[in-house]
Each structure stands twice: as C-alpha cells, then as structure tokens.
C-alpha cells in the first residue's frame, strides 16, 4: 500500500509540473493563483486593448481570455480580444507589467494599472501614485534606463533583486 500511495503522488506531482504553465522565473507580473485559462492573470484583469487603443482603464472578463506566453489577458469585448491576438506586442505591458520605475532601478515591483501611461504607443505601469509622479518628472529617462535594465533582469527573480 505505501508503494501505492508514493506511485499516485508521483504521478500527481508529474502532472502538476507538466501542466503548469512555463516561463522563466518572474518575466511577467501576474495575480496569484490560476485563471480557468489554467495560467496566471496578467495586467490584474484590466483589457490592454482598451488601455493602449482608448488610453482608458477598463475592466476585462473571463468570457474573453487569451493566452500569451503563459499569461492569460482578460477583454472587454470579442473585438479586442481578436486585435490582441493578431498583435499582442501591440498591446503587452512594458517590462512584464512590472513597475517601469522599479525597472528602471533593477527591481520588480507589482505595476498597477491604476497608475499607467501610455507614451508613444506603449504601456507603462507603475506601483503606486507616488512612483508614477517620479516617473512624470523625466518619463524618457526613466523608460531608458527600464529598458536597459529589463534586459539584465528579466529572467531574475524578483526576490534576488
């Protein structure tokens, strides 16, 4: 009986690992626990359609949910579902979706979209309301060095920064 029990919890832990989705430690900021999409939520729910094409906040819902790179993305309708899908760099919060401004200092914080921009066609996010006022004091500044910095940090996880 226990070579039975060790057998089944193998073979569950087999499982487990081969259903999870796969992506490298922390490249994107992701709610906890799991969509019925069987992947994490990225950009807390919020359509990054609506963000990027409307420059305006909106809830999306699990009756539209795509899955990018291991990430689910909810929408707001079929139509930016569909237009995410065509082009999801398009639409894809810089950085992972983690705090530009954290970024840009080699961290990574969670990026809020209650505290976002989009500057030249790109989504910004941003930790809290006074980490997005810093960023508006030199927002290019600041998205350069998160660039740079994205590259050397982006398979890092966050707790080793």
């Not at 569950?12 to 906890?32: G, I």
């Not at 790179?69 to 237009?83: K, P, W």
Request: glycine fraction near 8%; charged fraction near 15%.
């Amino acid at each position: 009986m226990p070579f039975m029990k060790s057998a089944i919890a193998a073979t569950l832990l087999s499982l487990a690992a081969l259903s999870a989705p796969a992506m490298a430690a922390d490249e994107y900021n992701t709610s906890s626990g799991l969509t019925a999409a069987g992947s994490p939520l990225g950009l807390h729910g919020v359509d990054p359609v609506a963000f990027v094409s409307l420059g305006n906040r909106i809830d999306g819902t699990a009756q539209y949910t795509a899955v990018h790179d291991g990430v689910a993305y909810y929408f707001a309708s079929q139509e930016a579902m569909d237009a995410f899908t065509a082009h999801p760099d398009q639409y894809l919060p810089q950085n992972g979706g983690f705090c530009t401004f954290g970024v840009s200092v080699g961290k990574k914080f969670d990026g809020d979209p209650q505290f976002a921009a989009v500057v030249d066609g790109k989504l910004y996010l941003f930790l809290n309301e006074a980490i997005f006022r810093e960023f508006q004091k030199d927002q290019s500044g600041t998205i350069t060095k998160a660039e740079a910095n994205w590259k050397k940090i982006r398979s890092t996880e966050a707790t080793k920064l």
